[in-house]
């Protein structure tokens, strides 16, 4: 297959209702970065641009959760209500969806572990559609974020944390703070819609 000619990517991390406020693992104000992540997404889908949505799709029996061994409650069980994206994130029909967390011998924090539909990997879609720059948000900055990020950054994508778009578990207050040095550290730049809605977007 020819790949398409396109740039730039946006990968929304994760904004599922057990991620979310009353949520089975709730992020702290998760929910604050649907509205920022809706402008970004719009702005994308009208270049044309790909929109890449993952989700945390585990297993009822996973080494993930606390009473297997891991350390997280019980969350993102697949195709239940606590799996399903926010109801207020606005999702375009051309969306790619991405499921990870489905190995119970795997956390799955990471982009690079999820698979769309056709269980085809994230590398290789990034690189059917010609994508060389990624701009990520979403939920947790700490974790899901972070993971995904330096994976990218790993693999030689020029990678854009939007910092207006993510929220952090934070099982320690700093948490979030280093996760974002960190990424910094590695390569990723920090911006805001503010700062993107300066650049172009267009291929
Ligand atoms: C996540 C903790 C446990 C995330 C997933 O999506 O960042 N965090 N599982």
Not at 171 to 198: H, N, P, W
Request: overall charge positive; aromatic content about 10%.
């Amino acid at each position: 297959m020819a790949a398409l000619k396109l740039k730039k990517a946006l990968l929304v991390v994760d904004v599922q209702n057990d991620f979310c406020p009353k949520g089975a693992l709730a992020v702290a104000k998760g929910d604050e970065v649907i509205p920022v992540l809706n402008k970004y997404i719009k702005e994308f889908s009208k270049n044309k641009l790909p929109v890449f949505v993952s989700r945390d799709w585990h297993p009822k029996i996973t080494g993930h959760f606390k009473k297997f061994g891991g350390r997280w409650p019980q969350h993102c069980v697949r195709e239940t209500k606590g799996a399903a994206f926010h109801p207020k994130l606005k999702l375009p029909n051309e969306a790619i969806i991405l499921s990870k967390g489905m190995d119970p011998a795997r956390d799955g924090y990471s982009a690079f572990q999820a698979q769309d539909a056709n269980c085809t990997d994230f590398l290789n879609l990034l690189k059917i559609f010609g994508v060389s720059e990624i701009y990520i948000g979403g939920l947790a900055t700490d974790y899901c974020v972070k993971f995904s990020a330096l994976d990218l950054l790993r693999h030689g994508f020029k990678v854009y944390l939007l910092t207006d778009a993510v929220k952090g578990v934070n099982i320690s207050s700093r948490d979030s703070e280093d996760a974002i040095k960190e990424m910094a550290a590695c390569g990723a730049k920090l911006i805001t819609f503010v700062d993107f809605a300066k650049r172009s977007v267009k291929p």
